[in-house]
T-cell receptor, first 114, second 112 residues
Framework: GAVVSQHPSRVICKSGTSVKIECRSL??????MFWYRQFPKQSLMLMAT?????????EQGVEKDKFLINHASLTLSTLTVTSAHPEDSSFYIC??????????FGPGTRLTVT | QKEVEQNSGPLSVPEGAIASLNCTYS??????FFWYRQYSGKSPELIMS????GDKEDGRFTAQLNKASQYVSLLIRDSQPSDSATYLC????????????FGRGTSLIVHP
């Protein structure tokens, strides 16, 4: 199957700082990528859809100025959590859309804001 | 009514048994159906996809789709403790949206 990588896998930052998470499709071109957030023992929550070369589409309730998404190439999308606060601590997962609408998930990034 | 519903479980089965996981969906025009497995602390992994009515087998896994009844199921034969995970059902609705909707997942525990 297709491989999607994420970097970093784990990050700890101080409150008020910004954190950038990278998502790469390694062996295929992904015109569409998705960003999810998952709190412990809860289901996946779609945050936004990232389309190469255009603005991301955010789900209701997700602040686009806080969660900046850039999909600059067919293999790279980035999520920047700006002015992070402890309540932003979560497991952030990206996925890339396959040709039959299946999704290939990255390994996730565990963010802890102190 | 939620768009994609799954029993949260946990579903507990003994090793070697068949585990049956079910998922119902509300949009009758849905076209694509997926099962993902998520181990604790890890991201989801695609197990199977199914697009037409009937059964689709892949190793120990069988996906079953019944569009008339609006359900999709996943059977795991000869269940192993390593199958213990949360299983997510995802459904792509008809129409222009290409974003699948995920269920909340069913926790499966396979005990020795």
């Amino acid at each position: 199957g297709a491989v999607v990588s994420q970097h970093p896998s784990r990050v700890i930052c101080k409150s008020g700082t910004s954190v950038k998470i990278e998502c790469r499709s390694l062996d295929f071109q992904a015109t569409t990528m998705f960003w999810y957030r998952q709190f412990p023992k809860q289901s996946l929550m779609l945050m936004a859809t990232s389309n190469e070369g255009s603005k991301a589409t955010y789900e209701q309730g997700v602040e686009k100025d806080k969660f900046l998404i850039n999909h600059a190439s067919l293999t790279l999308s980035t999520l920047t959590v700006t002015s992070a606060h402890p309540e932003d601590s979560s497991f952030y997962i990206c996925s890339a859309r396959g040709p039959s609408y299946e999704q290939y998930f990255g390994p996730g990034t565990r963010l802890t804001v102190t | 009514q939620k768009e994609v519903e799954q029993n949260s479980g946990p579903l507990s089965v003994p090793e070697g048994a068949i585990a049956s996981l079910n998922c119902t969906y509300s949009d009758r025009g849905s076209q694509s159906f997926f099962w993902y497995r998520q181990y604790s602390g890890k991201s989801p992994e695609l197990i199977m996809s199914i697009y037409s009515n009937g059964d689709k087998e892949d190793g120990r896994f069988t996906a079953q789709l019944n569009k008339a009844s609006q359900y999709v199921s996943l059977l795991i034969r000869d269940s192993q403790p390593s199958d213990s995970a949360t299983y997510l059902c995802a459904v792509k609705r008809a129409g222009g949206s290409y974003i699948p909707t995920f269920g909340r997942g069913t926790s499966l525990i396979v005990h020795p």
